[in-house]
Every structure is written in C-alpha cells, then in structure tokens.
C-alpha cells in the first residue's frame, strides 16, 4: 500500500559572507538563484522576483526608483542580471491613468515598454503589474508544490485561514495580469501586516522591505505548508492506494523503449518530437494508484504547470500483470485519434472569434501503468522539463486530494490560458528552428576524430546524439567534451561493439528510452590494416570484415526496424573510405571489407526507399588529424609502405592529391551534415568523396 513519508524541510542557503557587499540588484539575483535552485520551491521558468531599487537616471542623473523584476521567458534558478527588465515605478504608477478596466487589461502589456529604464532590452512579464503595485520592496512569487495543494483543494481559502492564519491571505482564481497586480496592491492596503497571499489555483507570493527577510519568509511560509499536508496526510495511503503494481526497472525501460518509437511516430506530424522517459518514485505512485485516472481527467491547476503539459494526459491502457506490449501498441493508434478528437472538441467548445489557431491536438504526457510516464515535446530540455512540471502537477494533486477535493483548473480558463493572445505573441517571438532540430543521431566510432567532428556538427543544428563507441573511457571524454558545449540533455554515450548483437540491439533500446527513437545513423567505427597478402592472417581478414562490413549491417539492421516503427523515414551515413573504390598497396582486408561496406549501402539505399530512409556514403582519405586510427600502427604500416616517416605521411596525402589539400574530421562531418539534412531530401545510393581528389575514386 502506498504511504505517505514525511517531506524534508527547506533549509535556508544564505551566505551572509558572500552578500555583504552585494548591491540591492545583486542581492535579487542571488535570492532569485537560491529559491529557483530547489523544485519544491518552484518549477523551471516557473514564478518570478523582483526588487524596488534606487537607481540614477541616465538622463537626468538624478535617483529614482526603477523596480527589477524577472522578464519573460527567463528561469530564477539559472537567470543572470541579464535576465531581469528594469522599468520606472512612477511611469509603472502613471499606467493606472489609462487602465480602461479589465476587459481591456492585455493592452496594458503593450505599455510596459514605455517605462523601460535605461534602454534594457529584456522584455518585461505579464506579471510585471503583480510585483510593481505590492507596496514593498522585496517581492516573491513561488509556485511550491504543497503551496498549491492547498491553492488547488475544493476549501483551499478556508485551509489557507487554518494553516496561516491572518499571517497569510486569500486571492481567488484570477488570470495573471494587470487586474491581478491591482488585486494584489489592494489586498497589502486592507491587510498590512500579512507576510503574502496565496492566489487560487496558481501560487504564493511573499514580501519584504529586505532581500534576506523576504528570501526566508518564502521559505518559512513553504516549509509551514509541508509540516501541516504530512501532519495531515500522516500513514494516509497516497492516490487512494495501489491498484497495480510496478514492473521492474529494466522491464521498464524495457517496455518503454518499445512504446516510445512507437508514439513518436504518432505525434511527429507537423515537426519531429523528442522523448523523456520518468520513472521516479513520485511518478510510479501516481500512475499505479487507484486514483490516477479520474485526477488525471481533471486536468493540471497552476498555469505554469498547465502550459507545459497539455489539457490532460493520455492513460495508456497497459496492465502490468498482463505486459503485452503488442497489444498496447495495436490498440495505440485508437487511443491517440481518440485524444486527438477530444482536443479538437475542447478547442471548439471554448475558443473565442480571435482566439489563435488549433495548435497541436497530440498528448505531451504520456502516463503508462507500472511502468512511468513519457513526456514528447520539440526538443528534449522541453520534454524533460514537461515531465517535471508533471511531476509538480502529481505532488499538488497528492497533498489535495489527501486533505480536501483536488480542483483542475476550469476548462474555459485552461483555454483562455492555452491559447491567450500573449501565450501566442511569445510563440511567434521564439527564434527559427535549426535543421536538425527534434531529430536523433546515432553516431557509432563516435569517440574518434570523425564521430566527434561529426556529433559536433550535428548537435550545433539542433539534434540530440548517441554517442556510441567500443572505447569507455574515450567516450566519456567525448561525451563530457560535447556535454559541456551543448548542454546535457543533447548528448548520451552507450558503450557498443558493433560486432555484437546484444550490444547493438541495446543501444538502439537505449536511444528510444533516452530520446524517443532515432532518425540518422552514422556508421563510422573502424579499424585499418596493413600487410602484403602473403602476411595478412585469417585473424587480420576476419576482424576488417567484423567491424567494417558485419558490424555496418548490424547498426543498420537495428535502425531500419526502429526507423521503420516509427514511420518518419530516415537517413543513414556510411563512413567509408577511397579504399572501397581504389585499391591500395598492402591493405587488401581493408580495402575489401570497406568495399563491401559501400556495396551494402547500395542495397540498402534499395530497400529503405519505399520507406522514406535514405543510404549514402560519404569517402574519406587519409583523414590522419584526430583520428585514433591513424594514431597506431596503421600510421607506421602506411608510413613503410610509402617510404617516408610519420611527419611525412599527411604532406605526401596533400601532395598525392588532386587539389593538393589536406582533409580533416570536419570536412567528413560537413559532408555527413549534408546527407542527414533536408538539403539532400532526393538523394539516396550516392556517394560523396571528400579526399581533395583522387582519379582512382572516382565513381563514374
């Protein structure tokens, strides 16, 4: 039976040593990082601060009071002073002059770059208005899980009265906006010893006259709220108890790494989305409870939660105790149209004459009993951060229904935020996608000076990479290298020897779990060899026609079913050599075995066409820079063969060729761009030599 335990406390992270000689703009970014760090606290990108500063006016040189306040779109566990708008308090004071009430509200915001101060160019919040008119310096809006399990119960103002006392107040529902801000000045008029207010169905906001003080009333009045819900909700089983029960972890992963391609597919209609997959406890509870289904129905009640994650979420029909997963994804496509055609009725139930156009009609949260929940957005960070805002949605709805009736937001008002004409100005203001954006590579030797070049040049326009590579500890070089460049949520690495089934099947298992599937295959381990015949032993032969030629098929083999599953076509990049098309002196096992890589590409350039899954090769030579190929002895076999030394090799290449250049990792992953863009669409069984020119080569 599921049970409640009691929740840790939030401990204050104040450094008086490290504030002491802080500006009052400095001390609201830190309290802003500190309270932004820790999710109870709130979500990602969720809540907003602000400080009334003095500061002197560029024009006038004389002190005027400006309020710094969290622009739009900015997040306080990461922001940078950057990320604040700076606005005049007399002018914000003067816009109640041309406030024509609340049916003309949202022409407010169009003012607010009026009173920018000092020519800042972030934009200024639909929640500026809420901290401009709290008659306080310091101002605190947090959206803390247990805080809005009291804001979302059926009684929450007559909880609000039993936890708080007068030390707290009472706003209901309201849309954020100018009305709000007027709302709020209102209250701290009538109530002016009260600490802050909790908003129906939204949040928490907490005052001061200093950055310290109202940083540790935030938290005292959080932490408050956590020790009475676990008070309350004490040896109470959670969701009404377990209806079913998890499978294990990896049957989890397991079960997910067969849905994920599956639904991706479903829902990448108008763009190529990427996955998440949570299994955390927190999750497990909830999608396993008896109660899950109808609080699902319900629907999210914070705004911030709700934007993120849709209406509703999608229940996958899925028993536990009986996991046939063929069943499930039979049954899928019913389940998905189902939801589909609910959205558009929703849609047409509540929009508006001007309200935007019927956006995305699939689910973002996916929630599949005993196994966890699975999240799709554009790119991954957004799916990632989808599941969390549902994992704040499954803690409010835990603390509500434990100790009252939990309330989604009404539909209407879900609407009127879904599809606000802000919400939607903010969407067109968001920059182009890059080409690759929502697409997945699967990137094998990706350890080396052409498989890193080439996830380089692949996660730069967008895409999510698997790093895959025989070598562990490379590997985690490489992925550390990219991860710190790109961010986290672009890049995963998975040991593999491509020669092994096991291994290669688990990393394709591993790409579906970790981001939804996989769109382009960069086949790219190798080896190389040099010996006369009489020399090269069956050993040398077998392993050339291992990696080179066995281990191609493989990879490909796996991303043609996954491909195939998902139904979105596909582009597949074999690395090959001028080798496969010229033959070289003492390098017969290597030249075949890169030959016959090139013939498997042409078949299957054959058989993926009818799929939308494109094959091509692109031909490198003597790519000798980076390369841990050519860092062995194959530089010294090469070196003999041609007569020179190390230092010599790579100008003979330059010289030997056509064009008398050298070729480097990037020039391959430029050409491995180009055959996994849209810019190549119409070309598959095509080969790209990049070797500065080599007559021997040419294909025709």
Partial sequence: MLKTAPSPLLESLWDDARTEAMSESDLLLYRSNLLGSDKRITNYGGGNTSAKVMERDPLSGEMVEVLWVKGSGGDVGSMKKDGFATLYMDKLRALKGLYRGVAFEDEMVGLLPHCTFNLNPRAASIDTPLHAYVPRRHVDHMHADAIIAIAAAENGEALTREIFGDRIGWLPWKRPGYELGLWLERFCEENPEADGVILGSHGLFTWADEAKPCYETTLDVINQAIRWLDARTAGKPAFGGAAVQSLSADQRRAVAARLMPAIRGMVSGRQHMVGHFDDQEAVLDFVNSAQMRPLAALGTSCPDHFLRTKIRPLVVEFDPAKPDVDAVLAALPAQVEAYRKDYVAYYERCKHPDSPALRDPNAVVWLVPGVGMITFAKDKATARVSGEFYVNAINVMRGASAVSTYCGLPEQEAFDIEY??????????????????????????????????????????????????????????????????????????????VTDEDAVAAAYASAAVEFGGVDILVSNAGIASSAPVEDTSLEMWNRNMAILSTGYFLVSREAFKLMKVQGLGGAVVFVASKNGLAASPNASAYCTAKASEIHLARCLALEGAEHGIRVNVVNPDAVLRGSRIWSGEWLDQRAATYKTDKDGLEEMYRQRSLLKRSVYPEDIAEAAYFLASEQSAKSTGNIINVDAGNVQAFTR
């Fill in 420 to 497: 606000w004409a802000l919400e939607e100005a903010k969407l067109q203001r968001m920059p182009k996608p890059r080409s690759l954006a929502g697409r997945v590579a699967l990137i094998t030797g990706a350890a080396g000076g052409i498989g890193s070049a080439t996830a380089e040049r692949y996660l730069a326009e967008g895409a999510c990479v698997v790093l895959a590579d025989i070598v562990a500890d490379a590997l985690e070089e490489t992925r550390e290298g990219l991860a710190g460049r790109f961010g986290e949520d672009q890049v995963r690495a998975v040991t593999m020897d």
